[in-house]
């Protein structure tokens, strides 16, 4: 291939810059409102949950769930130690303690390993690369013992937990809406939740707190975490496409998965919906040398998430045992995912990381 085939890109469509420019065009303040509304309603009549709110990002979005919460410092919070670093930044952001915690095969937070640390207040579980894992299980856990649950469903709009959709496990549940997740609105986050309180709290800290709309009286501490309707409409545009692009992503990853040797993959149930399709390499080293022939053969690959615990600023934070999670965390390489690769392209990659496997 002459041009580079990127690891991720957005998918826009003519549809997508139609309904921008007609919002655009049709003389409104462009900033948060019937549009982001449509589009919270939308999102929240999707996962079943009683409230959706948008932010301006996903990492915000754990944010104001913690803080809404009443989690702040003092309290202490289970996560996975293979996850993207906003989910535990979130934590130390809300003056919370991080309780960092092994995977399991699925890659997601380990039950067994969540019951070595009992005396979290929250739990925060996150179905990565829309893996479900334990969810459900760790679910009636958290129910049982009276534990927060929130999930970072940054990666898993469109997939599943058998009958239960991601964004609607626990008590609040949030995605991410950056160009590389299942649909785009260039930066976006929602928070997806059912309870009455903590929804009233997080308006207040999303919009300053105000006495009431447009008034300059405010009743305590609030922020501006507010989006804009530009953004919301084409969220709006891309949600109306989900179906395609769940669609297109685990056709995706099908026809990767007859080109490469089935012992570098690891499979995804019916009801999940893959968002990178990983290759799980032999070791760190092989993991290099292939991203590295990949890349002069004009393919773009990413390294997953080193695990939290190889994070030197985080070294002193509490933590299980973490022996699968820091084997398998440096063996991972994302293949490229784009919902708009062609055939050719994925027999291209498939065909250039068997040259390399086989050599
Ligand atoms: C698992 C996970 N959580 C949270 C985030 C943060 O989302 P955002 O980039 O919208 O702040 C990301 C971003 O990639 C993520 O992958």
Not at 83 to 93: E, F
Not at 195 to 215: G, H, M, P, Q
Request: with cysteine; glycine share 6%; net charge negative.
């Amino acid at each position: 291939m002459s041009e580079m085939i990127n690891q991720v890109e957005p998918n826009i469509s003519s549809e997508d810059i139609q309904n921008v420019s007609e919002y655009l065009a049709s003389g409104s303040w462009i900033t948060e409102h019937k549009v982001t509304e449509k589009l919270e309603q939308n999102v929240a009549e999707y996962v079943n949950r009683k409230y959706a709110v948008a932010v301006p990002n996903g990492t915000i979005a754990i944010y104001l769930s913690l803080l809404a919460s009443g989690i702040k410092e003092g309290y202490k919070v289970a996560v996975p130690n293979i996850t993207m670093i906003a989910t535990i930044n979130a934590i130390i952001w809300a003056g919370a303690s991080p309780v960092i915690i092994d995977i399991d095969d699925s890659l997601c937070l380990s039950k067994d390993s969540l019951e070595q640390a009992p005396d979290v207040d929250a739990v925060i579980f996150v179905p990565l690369n829309g893996r479900t894992g334990a969810g459900l299980e760790i679910q009636d856990y958290c129910k049982n013992k009276n534990i927060l649950l929130i999930e970072d469903s940054a990666h898993a709009l469109g997939s599943s937990y058998i009958n239960q959709k991601c964004g609607s496990l626990g008590e609040i549940s949030i995605f991410s809406f950056t160009p590389h997740k299942i649909i785009t609105m260039g930066q976006g986050g929602m928070i997806l939740l059912d309870d009455d309180d903590v929804y009233a709290n997080i308006i207040d800290l999303k919009t300053f707190n105000r006495e009431k709309d447009k008034s300059d009286v405010h009743k305590g501490f609030g922020l501006n975490f507010k989006i804009t309707d530009l953004q919301a409409s084409l969220g709006l545009s891309q949600f109306n496409k989900l179906f395609d692009f769940v669609e297109l992503k685990r056709n995706l990853y099908q026809e990767y998965s007859k080109f490469i040797d089935i012992k570098y993959l690891k499979p995804f149930e019916d009801y999940e919906t893959p968002w990178f399709v990983d290759l799980f390499c032999d070791n760190e080293k092989q993991r290099e040398k292939l991203n590295m022939y990949l890349t002069s053969k004009n393919i773009e690959t990413r390294y997953s998430y080193p695990s939290l615990s190889s994070q030197s600023y985080l070294s002193k934070s509490d933590k299980t045992y973490l022996g699968i999670s820091e084997n398998i965390s440096n063996n991972i390489l994302w293949l490229p995912s784009s919902t708009n690769l062609s055939y050719e392209e994925i027999k291209y990659i498939s065909d250039e990381v068997n040259n390399f496997l086989s050599a």
